[in-house]
């Protein structure tokens, strides 16, 4: 993740559509792998007091599979991150819902319903596969310390990729 909520201004022309941003907001992340994962999902947010990203997957390694995590939840200022290396865990991941654990910390997140855009990704570094994301989809997210909700809400703009 190179940003979880910055400002954009400026313009894009896309098939001579002219799009302008002013004080927009932005999401910036980078992959810099070969192929995506057999099964994962990933989703973005942007909220008021925040932002939020989550993304779990199938990971192959030295002949095994784990099912890895990574995630902030940026809010009010202070950063949350759930991640594999930090001891988070999959307590769910189907029906379109995932829901993560670690520590006193616990982040659910449900796909409520997907607008579909068919995009190319790499399988071995050649683009040959096709998935689902969606860029505005409805869902929800709930997250939770020590016990208590800290936020609990439903967007229909969320960004959501959901491979399981």
Known sequence: MWSMRHTVNGSLC???QIFHFQ???????GDEGRSFPKQYAWTQC??????LMLS???IPM???HFTGVIGAIMWYGMEYRLATYLGAKVV?????????????MELEVRLLERVKCSLKAPVTGNMKRTI???????ALYRFGKSGRTVFYFETDKAS????Y
């Open 14 to 16: 896309i098939n001579d």
């Open 23 to 29: 004080n927009a907001r932005g999401y910036w992340e």
């Open 46 to 51: 942007f909220f008021p007091g925040g932002s």
């Open 56 to 58: 779990v997957a199938d």
């Open 62 to 64: 030295a002949g095994i």
């Open 92 to 104: 769910q991941i189907q029906n379109k819902k995932i829901w993560v654990v670690q520590g006193d």
């Open 132 to 138: 689902q994301e969606g860029a505005a989809c409805r």
């Open 160 to 163: 959501f990729e959901y491979e």
